[in-house]
C-alpha cells in the first residue's frame, strides 16, 4: 500500500470539496476478537493461502506459528460492507478532530516528547506539531491502538472482504513482519481494516517507512514507548515528498470580487498576492506554489494548499482529515481558529442525491468521471464548468442548492 493508513473509509473531496465527507476520525470500531475457527470455506481458503504466503517468501515455521492467530472474524465483514447513505460534512469531521481537549492533550504530548520530536524533526525534516498531529487523530495521542488481531482480520478481509488481493497482500506482509522478528503474531494487534500502531500503518507501509529510532534493534510501532512509531510517521512524510519549512496550507481571505474560476489553480504566492489574496491571520504569504481551494464553497473559509498539502494526502487521500490534521497541527503550535465560518445550514446529500447530481451533469455535457456519488476532481471540474454556463460563482460546491438548480 502506498499510504498508511489509507483504510479504504475515507474517500477524496479534491480540489474545492463538497460539504460530503465519507470518512470518520481513525480508527473506527474494532472487530471483536472472539472468531471461529479456521474450518469450512475459510479452512479450505487458508490452504491455498499457505502456498501462496511460501511462494511470497514466508516460511513454514513462520505460518505454523502463525497460524492460532488466523481466525475468521464476522464482525470485520459486516464491518467493511457497512455504506453510510450520508456522508458527514466537513466542518463536521473537524469539530470532531479539532477539539479543545485534544488541543490540551497534544500540546502536552508536545512538552512531554520535546527531546524526541526535536530529534525528529532534525533528521525528517517534519515539525513536532504536524507528527503530534497525526498520532492525535490517529489513536488520540496512542490511548486508542486498536484491540483487534491484526493476522487474523488481514485474513477475513483477504477471504471475504471488497479488496480480496489488497488485504492478501497486507496479510503477506504482517507475515514478513512476525518472520523479521519484530513482533510475535499474539501480540500484533490494531484496527478492524488491518493499520495498527501509535500512528496507524499498514503492514507494506512499515515494511517500506518503520525505523528503529530509539535504537533497540527493533522496529516497534505497538510498545508504550512512541518513538519507532513518531518516527516512522515522520520519515513516510518525508519520503513522499515533505518540503522543509513550507507550510501545509494557509487560510486566506478573498477579496470583493474575485474570481471564483481560479479556484482549484495552482500559482505562485507573487501570483496570488497581485490577485488580492492575504492570509486570514495576517502576514505575508509563503513563498512556494499553492493551489485555491474552497470546502465550504465561496461561503466558506478558503485556503492555500502547498506542496506539503499534497504529502498529507499521501497518509490519508480525505481533503477532511487532511485539513482536520492541518488545523490541529496549527493549533497545537499556537495559532487560533479559523477565521472563516462554515455553511452550516448546508446538508450533506445522500448517495442517491449524489449520483442524482452525476447523471444530470452528464446530461448537459458536463462529465464527471463515472456515475459513483463519489465527488472527485472529474466532478468538481463538471460543477464549474456548469456553474459557469449557469453565470453562478464557479466555485465547485456541491450542496442541496446546487442540485435544486440543475433539477430546475
Not at 470500531?29 to 502456498?51: H, K, N, Q, Y
Not at 497482500?169 to 513482533?183: F, M, N, R, S, T
Not at 517500506?208 to 505497538?222: E, H, I, P, Q
Not at 519520503?239 to 487560510?251: I, K, L, M, S, Y
Amino acid at each position: 500500500m502506498s499510504r498508511v493508513v489509507l483504510l479504504v473509509l475515507s474517500l477524496s473531496l479534491p480540489g474545492c470539496v463538497a460539504a460530503n465527507v465519507e470518512t470518520s476520525p481513525r480508527p473506527e470500531a474494532r472487530a471483536e476478537t472472539r472468531a471461529s475457527a479456521p474450518t469450512g470455506d475459510f479452512g479450505v481458503w487458508l490452504v491455498g493461502f499457505d502456498a501462496r504466503a511460501r511462494a511470497a517468501g514466508i516460511s513454514q515455521a513462520t505460518l505454523s506459528q502463525a497460524r492460532p492467530q488466523m481466525r475468521y472474524l464476522p464482525q470485520t465483514i459486516t464491518l467493511d460492507r457497512r455504506q453510510s447513505e450520508f456522508g458527514a460534512r466537513i466542518w463536521d469531521y473537524l469539530d470532531s478532530a479539532v477539539t479543545t481537549a485534544r488541543i490540551s492533550q497534544g500540546q502536552a504530548a508536545m512538552r512531554q516528547h520535546s527531546g524526541l520530536l526535536s530529534r525528529i524533526e532534525a533528521r525528517f525534516g517534519v515539525p513536532p506539531e504536524v507528527v503530534v498531529a497525526i498520532w492525535g487523530i490517529e489513536t488520540s495521542f496512542g490511548a486508542n491502538r486498536g484491540n483487534t488481531p491484526t493476522l487474523a482480520t488481514l485474513a477475513t478481509l483477504a477471504k471475504d472482504g471488497r479488496r480480496g488481493a489488497y488485504f492478501e497482500e497486507q496479510l503477506i506482509d504482517a507475515l514478513k513482519i512476525v518472520q523479521a522478528g519484530d513482533i510475535s503474531p499474539q501480540a500484533m494487534i490494531g484496527s478492524w481494516a488491518g493499520a495498527f500502531g501509535h500512528t496507524q500503518f499498514m503492514p507494506s507501509s512499515y515494511l517500506t517507512y518503520a525505523v528503529d529510532f530509539n535504537g533497540n534493534g527493533r522496529r516497534d510501532v505497538w510498545g508504550n514507548d512512541p518513538s519507532d512509531a513518531l518516527a516512522s510517521a515522520a520519515n513516510y512524510l518525508a519520503q513522499r515528498g515533505w518540503t522543509r519549512g513550507q507550510p501545509w496550507a494557509v487560510e486566506v481571505s478573498l477579496p470583493s470580487g474575485f474570481d471564483l474560476g481560479t479556484t482549484g489553480q495552482r500559482q505562485s504566492a507573487e501570483a496570488w498576492g497581485r490577485a488580492g489574496l492575504r492570509p486570514a491571520a495576517g502576514g505575508a504569504l509563503a513563498s512556494g506554489m499553492s493551489r485555491l481551494i474552497l470546502p465550504g464553497g465561496a461561503r466558506g473559509p478558503a485556503f492555500l494548499a502547498y506542496a506539503n498539502y499534497d504529502v498529507l494526502k499521501e497518509y490519508n487521500i480525505s481533503d477532511a482529515y487532511v485539513l482536520a490534521l492541518g488545523h490541529l497541527s496549527d493549533r497545537l503550535r499556537g495559532a487560533g481558529a479559523l477565521r472563516g465560518q462554515w455553511p452550516r445550514g448546508d446538508r450533506a446529500l445522500s448517495l442517491s442525491e449524489r449520483t442524482e447530481l452525476q447523471r444530470r451533469l452528464n446530461a448537459l455535457g458536463h462529465d464527471t468521471g463515472g456515475i459513483d456519488g463519489r465527488i472527485g476532481p472529474a466532478t468538481v471540474a463538471a460543477v464549474q464548468a456548469w456553474q459557469r454556463s449557469a453565470g453562478i460563482p464557479p466555485d465547485g460546491y456541491v450542496n442541496a442548492d446546487l442540485l435544486a438548480r440543475l433539477r430546475n
